[in-house]
């Protein structure tokens, strides 16, 4: 998975084309260290086709909020540099957040 700051953020997620998915977490944020091994092997499975990223938001808060991220964990889909889907605190499962990469995964 690729690191995501507050450097790279826009380059390689909003600028970038096709199938970009972004976990954001914290290392205070249990449910997110929960869920962190199912997301690598879920990036492992479907990396052919969408990148995978991960943003720690303790490094980069504003950004975080700008991309609307108002609670953990969320993790974002986008598509040519627009969000297309979200998963968030109240839905994070690792079955919801495989249903969102199977719904854009072509």
């Known amino acids: 998975m690729l690191e995501l ?3 790279n953020f ?3 997620v909003l600028e970038a084309e096709g199938l970009v998915f972004v976990d ?16 690598l092997q879920l990036a492992k499975q479907y990396g052919d ?5 991960s943003l720690d938001i303790t490094k980069a808060r504003r950004l975080a909020i700008k ?9 974002l889909m986008y598509k040519d540099g627009e969000k297309v ?10 079955a919801n957040i495989e ?3 199977k719904e854009h995964y072509a």
Request: net charge negative; with cysteine.
């Open 85 to 94: 889907g979200e998963i968030n605190q109240d839905t994070a499962t690792i």
């Open 67 to 75: 991309q609307k991220v108002l609670g953990l964990p969320t993790m």
């Open 24 to 39: 954001f977490w914290s290392n205070g944020c249990e449910p997110c260290k929960a869920l962190m091994p199912d997301v």
């Open 49 to 53: 086709k969408i990148k995978f990223c």
């Open 10 to 12: 826009e380059q390689e």
């Open 99 to 101: 249903a969102m990469i």
């Open 5 to 7: 700051n507050k450097e």
